[in-house]
């Protein structure tokens, strides 16, 4: 990884892509100290002490919430509004074709996006501002405009900056400043352990465990991420005029992870919000049932969060690599795959073959993200918050990041390759 960042540093324009992408992280990072006016900081601090689902929504947003800055709703609502489309592209015919058709079609499906993304984040900056009560000591019409105008125009901007860090930068943006607000958290988690330390709470062997099971953790991602099956294709030879094309043998590569990060993001978001609209009405009973049954962190909510994660890792699996397509253009190219029949046949067969991955790659993820939830038990290291589903995001991403660079280094260096 090292080698490939100073590698990646003596090439002008990917010395350009990665200093921009770092000074929108920083610009993501002095937001996030940038407060709502009118909020008592102090109520919210609070409220992250006696509630294990916002405080990891604080992880999640990189300390914002905590400060209740503008940026306090982090990339949510995007990322729900993203769902949404995604799922409403199966349903609604003209989304679908929208999406056949190329750079074109995504770019419309982007930009409703973008509408869905301000709707819904004004949705919610009015439920936060209803629910926080005496966080907000000086209620009335211009703190509410001002207040839901903060709130969305932060998630905006998110939003934003997180499509030019994907233009012109290097990785994909909004997963990008998910990981700067994770890894932002790391010197609060470990002040956090210390002070444990120094109360006597926990030992020293707990910490050790805590760091045995983070490096086997690390350890099966990375595994996991970059596993894959490697389907054997053979092309028959083609005789044109006075040349032969083909009769090569080569692979399809699926891997086990085909989805990545996304279903984990996905399915968090999805279960963040009813419940975080829950905690804004204490007094309701039907609320206060809910959050004791479905609160973050209790058995039915890990049960359902496990279940979306998988569906999720299906869904995408599904979007991203089409069975049919790849058998229609092997056939189309003279391949085959040794020992099943080009056509619907092999179609069938990579479908089997990426559902059983699916299936695998999903209950790791699972796993994975409910890990927190144990890790609590056998440590005695209470609020965990930097657990599975982090370090699952952030070496997903690094991974993720580290391939484009070495794809655009590889670019720019065949003609090296070529001469070897």
Aim: glycine share 10%.
């Amino acid at each position: 990884m090292l080698s490939t960042l100073s590698n990646a540093l003596r090439i002008g324009e990917l010395r350009k892509k990665l200093l921009y992408t770092l000074m929108m992280l920083f610009v993501f990072r002095l937001g996030v100290h940038v407060p709502v006016p009118g909020i008592d900081v102090a109520a919210i601090r609070k409220l992250l002490e006696s509630q294990a689902f916002v405080a990891f929504f604080d992880v999640i947003s990189g300390g914002a919430f905590k400060n209740f800055s503008i940026f306090a709703m982090s990339i949510t609502p995007y990322i729900n509004a993203s769902i949404i489309m995604q799922l409403l592209t199966v349903v609604i015919p003209t989304l679908e074709q929208w999406a056949k058709e190329g750079i074109e079609g995504r770019k419309r499906i982007v930009e409703f996006t973008r509408y869905l993304t301000v709707v819904l984040a004004f949705i919610q900056a009015t439920g936060i501002y209803f629910g926080l009560g005496a966080a907000i000591p000086n209620k009335g019409i211009v703190t509410y405009i001002v207040f839901v105008t903060s709130l969305t125009a932060g998630t905006a901007f998110l939003m934003w900056l997180g499509e030019q860090i994907t233009e012109k930068g290097i990785g994909n943006g909004i997963s990008l400043l998910i990981f700067a607000g994770i890894v932002s958290r790391i010197p609060s988690a470990l002040a956090n352990i210390q002070k444990l330390l120094a109360a006597g709470s926990i030992n020293v062997l707990n910490v050790l465990l805590l760091v045995v099971i983070g490096a086997l953790v690390i350890a099966g991602i990375v595994f996991i991420q970059e596993g894959q099956r490697r389907v054997p294709v053979q092309y028959a030879k083609r005789v044109v005029g006075r040349k032969v094309y083909g009769g090569q043998s080569t692979h399809i590569p699926i891997k086990v992870n085909q989805a990545g990060v996304i279903p984990v993001i996905f399915a968090s978001s999805l279960l963040m919000f009813p419940v975080q609209i829950a905690q804004y009405f204490p007094t309701n009973r039907f609320a206060q049932w809910f959050i004791q049954w479905f609160g973050w962190g209790s058995f039915l909510n890990t049960i359902f969060f496990a279940l979306l994660i998988i569906a999720f890792t299906f869904f995408y699996t599904a979007i991203t690599f089409n069975p049919v397509d790849v058998a229609d253009n092997m056939k189309k190219y003279g391949g085959f795959i040794p020992g099943i029949r080009p056509g619907r046949p092999t179609a069938e067969f990579l479908n089997r073959i990426m559902m059983r991955l699916a299936l695998a790659g999903g209950v790791f993820l699972a796993l994975i993200s409910i890990l927190p939830n144990f890790m609590m038990a056998i440590t005695k290291i209470q609020n965990v918050y930097f657990g599975g589903t982090a370090l699952l995001i952030v070496i997903g991403v690094a991974l993720d990041t580290m391939k484009q660079m070495e794809a655009q280094m590889l670019m720019r260096h065949y003609q090296g390759f070529m001469r070897g």
